[in-house]
T-cell receptor
């Protein structure tokens, strides 16, 4: 069964500081990996995704993530955080492939940005 | 670009009542997924449909049922509502065979059970 672990429930960073949100996954085959962001009471917005190719993927809003197979990790990074980045961040894994496949989400990391 | 549409956006029901949530996928998308997100929780997969047939089932209570219609829209029917059913319900759609089978999420329906 697939699973995702986000070890950090809550992270606080200062505006302009760098950010790294951790994500570890468990999946038997090559996973499809995603990062979503959710503002309070809002829907899920896809930040970036990975299946194959370059292990460093670029997403929207200046975010990037690095896939490390040896560590089963897909950490999200941003060099300089903006106050508007305060939100809940979810890492998710899916089977992908040719048929419908559910996403399994981590428990999320709440990011607080101090000015 | 067209997005996933969910209606209603907000719904308030009493215990033991029924509720119907609707989802209109992106045009041409053939797969619909339903997720439930409780307060402070991560989204949990409920059920999915591919070409109007149930394709996968998660932690969906027996009180809930869902279907996908010929126009590909989907409805989630919830009966004998309980306080614990209060949550944000997301629908997502995808087109089979596209890279990543990327799921596009709707804005969600917030269900409050009193």
């Amino acid at each position: 069964a697939q699973s995702v672990t986000q070890p950090d429930i809550h992270i606080t960073v200062s505006e302009g500081a760098s950010l790294e949100l951790r994500c570890n996954y468990s999946y038997g085959a090559t996973p499809y990996l995603f990062w979503y962001v959710q503002s309070p009471g809002q829907g899920l917005q896809l930040l970036l995704k990975y299946f194959s190719g370059d292990t460093l993927v670029q997403g929207i809003k200046g975010f990037e993530a690095e896939f490390k197979r040896s560590q089963s990790s897909f950490n999200l990074r941003k060099p300089s955080v903006h106050w508007s980045d305060a939100a809940e961040y979810f890492c998710a894994v899916g089977a992908g492939g040719g048929t419908a496949s559910k996403l399994t989400f981590g428990t999320g990391t709440r990011l607080q940005v101090t000015l | 670009a067209a997005g996933v549409i969910q209606s209603p956006r907000h719904l308030i029901k009493e215990k033991r009542e029924t509720a119907t949530l609707k989802c209109y996928p992106i045009p041409r998308h053939d797969t619909v997924y339903w997720y439930q997100q409780g307060p402070g929780q991560d989204p949990q997969f409920l059920i999915s449909f591919y070409e109007k047939m149930q394709s996968d089932k998660g932690s969906i209570p027996d009180r809930f049922s869902a279907q996908q219609f010929s126009d590909y829209h989907s409805e989630l029917n919830m009966s004998s509502l309980e306080l614990g059913d209060s949550a944000l319900y997301f629908c997502a759609s995808s087109l089979t065979g596209t890279p990543y089978n990327e799921q596009f999420f709707g804005p969600g329906t917030r269900l409050t059970v009193l």
